[in-house]
């Protein structure tokens, strides 16, 4: 439904800090709540973030909690994943999706992939020690 395109991956050492951006091709970005994954090699997917289509409430994983932010600007079709802290178990490649119009900003199921229905193509994220 939407075309999504992640930026902003690159190699930092730990303790570092990078700011991933997707920015969604579609005119209903802005009734969509926004997601951001990861995946590391020999992993499933795994959800890291989550904001509602108006920016109102995020969720977060634990292991990321405290360290990342996500926020958006629905005036530039934006997302974006602010990471303070990196450390190697980050490392992954990081996909923004676009949840289901169905789901809305439901409460729950924000860490299950099936329930995003546009994902980017990703950008990697390499945190060494």
């Known amino acids: 439904q939407l075309q999504l395109v992640e930026s902003g991956g690159g190699l930092v050492q730990a303790g570092g800090s990078l700011r991933l951006s997707c920015a969604a091709s579609?005119?209903?970005?802005?009734?969509?709540?926004m997601g951001w994954f990861r995946q590391a090699p020999g992993k499933e997917r795994e959800f890291i973030a989550a904001v509602t289509s108006s920016g109102g409430r995020t969720y977060y994983t634990d292991t990321v909690k405290g360290r990342f932010t996500i926020s958006r600007d629905n005036t530039k079709n934006t997302v974006y994943l602010q990471m303070n802290s990196l450390k190697p178990e980050d490392t992954a490649a990081y996909y923004c999706?676009?949840?289901?119009?169905?789901?809305?900003?439901?409460?729950?199921?924000?860490?299950?992939?099936?329930?995003?229905?546009?994902w980017g193509q990703g950008t990697q994220v390499t945190v060494s020690s």
């Open positions: 579609g005119r209903t970005f802005s009734s969509r709540a």
């Open positions: 999706g676009a949840r289901g119009e169905v789901w809305g900003d439901s409460l729950s199921g924000w860490h299950l992939p099936e329930r995003y229905d546009s």
